[in-house]
């Protein structure tokens, strides 16, 4: 089944978009799946079954993987064995009967109003890396944006006159986002300045540039986050996508509409965005036993 391997990661690229990450967790998954499969005897795609997907499943877990992990490699199958049914390469789905792992979900991870402050504030706006750390900083916590959508931005998917970015997101989806107003401010200043003079007259697509005229990597900017994280005096661990949960927190905790922060953080799913309602409703719990009188005995 090697041949259909090949052309299911053809398709996951070409039609579905998935990322090289994706592509290459999902063929990893997949190379051990039929490996299982023919070790078992079964060479032919028609013959697998419920039980077979499930005793792979099983397999995992006892290998100790975690549920997390074991969902990942169904997903992987779910998607594969749609190729196949898609293609009228096999007439049934064998994952539609076997359910997914329970998950539990850990809350994300966010920054307090005060240390995204903190954070922001961290550049030295007097230098020309510090003008385009601050927008890049701003930028992120104002749009939501993941960091892979970040370094990806070309100028012209700015737009400062009508006050918003075109992103990016999953599967090339792209999605308009607005960009407030001390964002746009800053990003104003390092397009008038701090561009132009890091280029030195190069041309680059990138929105953010580095002195050598190129556009700034995920492990740049990871980088970067770190050090102003160190000089802002934040001690916990926290990452670019810290930002982006801390985006959707505070916009719902200032009474913002779930279904205006699914959009805005380009969620296929309001499932995926209500993990941030779990967020809020732990503050107010946490308030309401340290304010009210009767909350504790």
Not at 97 to 104: A, G, H, I
Request: hydrophobic residues 40%.
């Amino acid at each position: 089944m090697e041949g259909l391997l090949d052309s299911f990661i053809a398709y996951l690229r070409a039609e579905l978009g998935r990322s090289g990450k994706t592509v290459d967790a999902y063929a990893a998954d997949l190379r051990e799946y039929l490996e299982q499969l023919q070790r078992r005897g079964i060479v032919e795609p028609g013959r697998i079954g419920a039980e077979h997907v499930s005793a792979h499943l099983q397999g995992l877990r006892r290998r100790g993987l975690s549920a997390r992990s074991v969902a990942r490699h169904l997903s992987a199958l779910r998607t594969f064995h749609g190729f196949l049914k898609h293609e009228r390469i096999c007439s049934h789905d064998p994952t539609t009967e076997v359910d997914r792992p329970r998950l539990t979900q850990a809350l994300p991870s966010y920054l307090t109003r005060e240390e995204v402050e903190r954070l922001l504030a961290a550049p030295n706006v007097q230098t020309l890396e510090g003008q385009r750390d601050r927008a890049m900083l701003e930028l992120l916590y104002a749009c939501g944006l993941r960091v892979s959508e970040l370094v990806q931005l070309s100028s012209s998917d700015l737009n400062l006159q009508a006050g918003f970015v075109l992103a990016f997101g999953k599967g090339k989806k792209e999605r308009l986002v607005p960009v407030g107003s001390f964002a746009a401010q800053q990003l104003a200043t390092y397009l008038a300045q701090g561009r132009a003079a890091l280029l030195k007259g190069r041309s680059s697509r990138a929105l953010f540039v580095t002195r050598r005229g190129r556009g700034f990597t995920r492990q740049g900017f990871w980088k970067l986050l770190r050090r102003y994280g160190i000089g802002a005096g934040i001690t916990h661990p926290f990452s670019p996508h810290t930002l982006r949960h801390s985006f959707a927190t505070h916009l719902l905790q200032g009474g913002a509409d779930l279904r205006a922060v699914q959009t805005l953080l380009g969620h296929a799913d309001l499932a995926t965005t209500q993990i941030y309602t779990h967020v809020d409703r732990t503050r107010l719990q946490a308030q309401y036993e340290k304010t009210h009188p009767r909350a504790r005995g």
